[in-house]
């Protein structure tokens, strides 16, 4: 008796078992989700744009910013034409043994810019980037 008491018992258990396996959902299969990665585009470096000879003429002015803390003023030199256009004056890089060119004692006054730079044409405007001054003369005023 003892025998099929146990194994009914045995067999209820089974039953639930299996009962509940059907009652709880299953999972869902894992989906591997594989996300296309674009491969990265070519580097295309723009052309060269090659300095030219410029030649600019206007009144040179300061601009003076304060530095950081603890660090000294910058200052800025900049040459603007009769049309009000703006172009930055780059440092003077004398080579050894020559004067550098000195801007601060130009300030105010009209001068022609021969040097270094880049042209571009954008939006109907021309932008001139000077890079390096290779003289700088004050004009004559006529009277």
Do not use: F, N, W
């Not at 003892?2 to 299953?26: H, L, N, S």
């Not at 009144?59 to 703006?86: C, F, N, Q, W």
């Not at 009209?110 to 932008?127: H, I, L, Q």
Request: charged share 20%; with cysteine; proline share 6%.
């Amino acid at each position: 008796m003892k025998k099929i008491v146990v194994a009914g018992i045995v067999c209820m258990v089974c039953v639930c078992v299996t009962v509940a396996e059907d009652a709880i959902p299953a999972a869902p299969a894992a989906d591997v989700v594989v996300e296309a990665v674009a491969a990265p585009a070519p580097v295309v470096e723009a052309p060269a744009i090659e300095a030219q000879d410029v030649v600019l003429k206007g009144v040179v002015s300061k601009i003076e910013r304060p530095g950081k803390e603890g660090e000294a003023a910058k200052v800025t030199y900049m040459l603007t034409d009769a049309d009000g256009h703006v172009t930055r004056l780059p440092e003077s890089q004398a080579p050894e043994g020559e004067a550098a060119i000195d801007l601060a004692s130009l300030v105010g006054a009209e001068v022609t810019v021969t040097g270094k730079g880049m042209v571009r044409e954008a939006d109907g405007k021309t932008m001139v980037h000077l890079m390096s001054i290779s003289a700088i003369s004050k004009v004559a005023v006529q009277e």
